[in-house]
């Protein structure tokens, strides 16, 4: 009994320890995309390996010699803003009896609450689902615990600029 213990309080302040520093929210946050300020609600979703984006559209182009891509995000409000970014890489999203999707990748700066973080997000066409932006593991890595008892906890607090 004594060594149940021990492993127990030490399992215990193994994990509280770990988890200090990190932000409890909820299984749908508002997310600002950043520098533009454009804010939309997104599904955290930790059974994804990386965080996805619905567009309206893509199209790449070249500046100074390197790929990029200019698209289009709806809001949940409807409203319309555009974005360009550097193209980092293509990813193929496999899919159960038909071909991979082939997607465009760049690097987005995202704020929930006071955490602004630089991350990869696909570039996808999610105009089926009710959440134009699904947030994954790579980005909640090391930053935020996921309740999924609650909703919208935080207000993104990161100013565009």
Not at 29 to 36: A, K, Q, T, Y
Not at 123 to 140: D, E, H, P, Y
Request: proline share 4%.
């Amino acid at each position: 009994m004594r060594y149940l213990l021990i492993i127990y309080v030490l399992c215990g302040s193994h994990i509280a320890v770990g988890s200090d520093n990190l932000v409890t929210i909820g299984w749908i946050e508002p997310v600002r995309i950043m520098p533009e300020g454009f804010d939309l609600q997104a599904k955290i979703d930790t059974g994804a390996d990386n965080s996805s984006l619905g567009v309206v559209n893509w199209q790449s182009f070249i500046r100074n010699d390197k790929e990029w891509i200019k698209f289009k995000v709806r809001s949940n409000d409807d409203n319309i803003q555009s974005f360009e970014r550097p193209l980092e890489r293509y990813t193929l999203i496999k899919r159960k009896a038909t071909q991979p999707l082939k997607r465009p990748v760049v690097k987005m700066w995202l704020c929930i609450g006071k955490d602004k973080i630089l991350t990869q997000v696909n570039l996808a066409q999610r105009k089926n689902f009710k959440f134009r932006m699904l947030i994954g593991r790579s980005f909640l890595k090391d930053h935020f615990l996921v309740n999924s008892a609650v909703k919208l906890t935080l207000s993104p607090e990161c100013q565009s600029g």
